[in-house]
Structure formats: C-alpha cells, structure tokens
C-alpha cells in the first residue's frame, strides 16, 4: 500500500455558481460555474502554483502530479481549469466526493432557519452520518489508488467542512470557493488506521 501520509494531497472547493451567488441549496443539483467561478479556479492555480514552489524550499523535487474531481461539473471545470494552468493530468472522477444529497431543499434559498433544521424542513435529506461515512470511504479509496501522487481533489463546500470536522475531531467551516485546504500527514494515518 503507497505511503500516502508522505504525499500532498490537498482539497479545492469548486469556484461559484450562480447558486452559491443567491444562496441556494446546491447539493447534486448539476449547476455548472459563472465568469466569477472561473476566474476564481485559475486563482485558485496560481495558490497552488505558489504552493508548490514554497514547498519545493524543504523538498527540491516538490511538484503537483494530478488533479481529481466529483463528477458534478461546477467541480470538474474548476478541475480543469486549474490542470491546464499547472499542466496536469485529470486522473479522472470520483461519485464519492459529490456534495451532499440535499433532497427537496435544492433549489431552494437557504435561510438561518432551514440551514439548521434543513433535515426536518426537507424530505430526502441523505443522512449526516451516511454522507460522512461515504466521505470518508471515498477518501480512503482515492488515497489507495492515488497515494503515490501529490495529488489536488477538487470536490464541495460542505464536503471538504464536514470530511476535515470527522479527521481532525473539531468543526470545520465550509471553506470559501476555491480556496484550498491540506489534509494533514496526522487525519491520512488516522483514516489509514480506521480510526
């Protein structure tokens, strides 16, 4: 099995749609970026670029190898967009790290109230704790086939917060658009060791 608490793996949030601009419930719903969105996944290159080269400080041969994605396409074009700006491969998709299934609420705008109570509000709300578990299996499964790869996973807000909350055991807030976040060497043992 690869060695992948020695690699780099970062998540990327998907750049805005028109959705996140009126403060929709997104979840599976297929809705793709605006100009906004865009422009903020080739920011979102240009970080990582930048990363790279920091990192390359302590490690001299430090470079991105891939880029992986959910299959919905607000993330696959964030994807893309950012592996033709590093001029990466996309190894592909992932259904595991799609957002989480929000049932009747898509669509619909989220308020203080129906943010959170959005699972009485709603019918065919797929369940926290299933959403987590399906999370975590997914990540494991990424980490084993892809473990050898300084690798950036392009996936969901709610995704990224509620997956970080269950590996580093304190919450996570959903993350701004595009923006990146490391999974540490310490949450790739654990998920590893099952813990």
Same mark, same amino acid.
């Not at 080739?42 to 891939?66: I, N, T, V």
């Not at 299959?71 to 033709?84: C, H, K, V, W, Y």
């Not at 990466?88 to 619909?108: K, N, S, Y």
């Given at each position: 099995?690869?060695?992948?608490?020695?690699?780099?793996?970062?998540?990327?949030?998907?750049?805005?749609?028109?959705?996140?601009?009126?403060?929709?419930?997104?979840g599976q719903s297929d809705i793709?970026?605006?100009?906004?969105?865009?422009?903020?996944?080739?920011?979102?290159?240009?970080?990582?670029?930048?990363?790279?080269?920091?990192?390359?400080?302590?490690?001299?041969?430090?470079?991105?190898? +891939?880029?992986?994605? #959910?299959? =919905?396409?607000?993330?696959?074009?964030?994807?893309?967009?950012? /592996?033709?700006?590093? *001029? %990466?491969?996309?190894?592909?998709?992932?259904?595991?790290?799609?957002?989480?299934?929000?049932?009747?609420?898509?669509?619909?705008?989220?308020?203080?109230?129906?943010?959170?109570?959005?699972?009485?509000?709603?019918?065919?709300?797929?369940?926290?704790?299933?959403?987590?578990?399906?999370?975590?299996?997914?990540?494991?499964?990424?980490?084993?086939?892809?473990?050898?790869?300084?690798?950036?996973?392009?996936?969901h807000g709610m995704w990224i +917060?509620?997956?970080? #909350?269950? =590996?580093?055991?304190?919450?996570?807030?959903?993350?701004?658009? /595009?923006?990146?976040? *490391? %999974?540490?060497?310490?949450?790739?043992?654990?998920?590893?060791?099952?813990?």
């Amino acid at each position: 099995m690869p060695q992948f608490h020695e690699k780099t793996h970062v998540f990327i949030r998907h750049g805005q749609t028109n959705w996140n601009l009126e403060h929709r419930f997104q979840g599976q719903s297929d809705i793709p970026l605006n100009a906004t969105g865009r422009e903020q996944a080739a920011e979102a290159a240009a970080h990582l670029s930048d990363f790279a080269l920091m990192r390359a400080q302590s490690e001299p041969d430090f470079a991105w190898d +891939a880029v992986l994605t #959910s299959p =919905l396409s607000r993330a696959a074009e964030t994807g893309q967009i950012i /592996a033709e700006s590093l *001029e %990466l491969p996309v190894i592909g998709t992932h259904d595991g790290l799609m957002e989480r299934f929000f049932g009747e609420a898509e669509g619909q705008v989220v308020t203080p109230e129906n943010w959170q109570h959005m699972d009485e509000n709603f019918a065919d709300i797929e369940p926290m704790d299933a959403f987590v578990q399906r999370n975590l299996e997914a990540l494991r499964q990424v980490l084993e086939q892809h473990g050898d790869k300084n690798l950036i996973i392009v996936t969901h807000g709610m995704w990224i +917060a509620k997956t970080m #909350s269950s =590996l580093v055991g304190e919450v996570f807030e959903v993350p701004a658009n /595009a923006s990146v976040t *490391e %999974l540490t060497a310490e949450s790739k043992k654990q998920l590893l060791n099952g813990q």
